[in-house]
């Protein structure tokens, strides 16, 4: 057992703002410049791009060996859920369905409008395209994504107590402790 | 206001309605942030939203709208 996952909360959260007081700033300065340079040029490619990378980096280095389930585990639960849908409430399992129409219904409508071409049908990029074609707008934009960005590299990474927690009612999961990919 | 211009401004205003009627259901509704945290519970499933979140990236600012 790791000393890094029973460091006490409060240190941890001191580590948090820390990394927050850093990040923020250069975040939002970096959105501010990414914002006057529009998507045909080569710094917003490399740019871009660089975030990308920096970003999945930071999500292996921060998450390694702290995800609540193993990838196995969180399938067998999603598939399990799916096969067995009446295990949970019927207000949920209706929920469920309107994030599913939702999904269905912007795809959908954007793949018409996609191929249908005309002026009257534009899709979801065009629109978003009339608001980063400003300095500002994109700023914004990106600032967003990066913000997004962060919160899927950084969030709900799990405690050894918390993993210790997941492992005892997982029948076998003991065998596969310290395994997480 | 053309026809597709309605459509996303009704399909903008349903999906803001519906997060916020999740968000006030007190857990009784999957909400926009239970379903990300659920796929960002193990590996997979935060490596098929970074995959999203980079391809999102990619097609905004750096491809012709």
């Known amino acids: 057992m790791g000393r890094r996952g029973l460091s006490h909360p409060r240190r941890g959260n001191n580590r948090g703002w820390r990394f927050g007081y850093i990040a923020v700033p250069i975040g939002l300065g970096f959105a501010w410049w990414e914002g006057y340079h529009p998507w045909p040029s080569l710094a917003a490619h490399v740019s871009i791009l660089t975030v990308i990378v920096i970003m999945i980096s930071l999500a292996a280095i921060m998450g390694r060996g702290r995800q609540v389930y193993s990838s196995h585990a969180w399938l067998c639960r999603v598939v399990a859920g799916l096969r067995h849908p009446l295990q949970r409430s019927f207000v949920f399992l209706v929920g469920s369905l309107i994030w599913v129409a939702f999904v269905m219904a912007i795809v959908g409508w954007d793949l018409l409008s996609f191929l249908r071409e005309v002026p009257a049908l534009p899709t979801l990029s065009y629109l978003i395209g009339r608001v980063t074609r400003f300095a500002a707008g994109r700023s914004i934009l990106v600032a967003l994504w990066l913000a997004l960005g962060g919160f899927l590299a950084l969030a709900r990474r799990s405690s050894e107590h918390e993993r210790a927690g997941f492992r005892s009612w997982i029948p076998g999961a003991n065998r596969d402790a310290g395994r997480t990919s | ?65």
Not at chain 2, 27 to 35: A, D, Y
Not at chain 2, 43 to 54: D, K, Q
């Open chain 2, 1 to 65: 206001m053309n026809l597709g211009q309605l459509v996303w401004s009704i399909l903008a205003a349903a999906l803001a309605i519906w997060i916020l009627v999740t968000q006030f259901s007190a857990n009784r509704l999957p909400t926009l942030q239970s379903i990300g945290l659920g796929f960002l519970g193990s590996w997979l499933g935060r490596a098929i939203l970074l995959a999203g979140w980079a391809e999102m990236g990619w097609h905004l600012f750096c491809q012709h709208p």
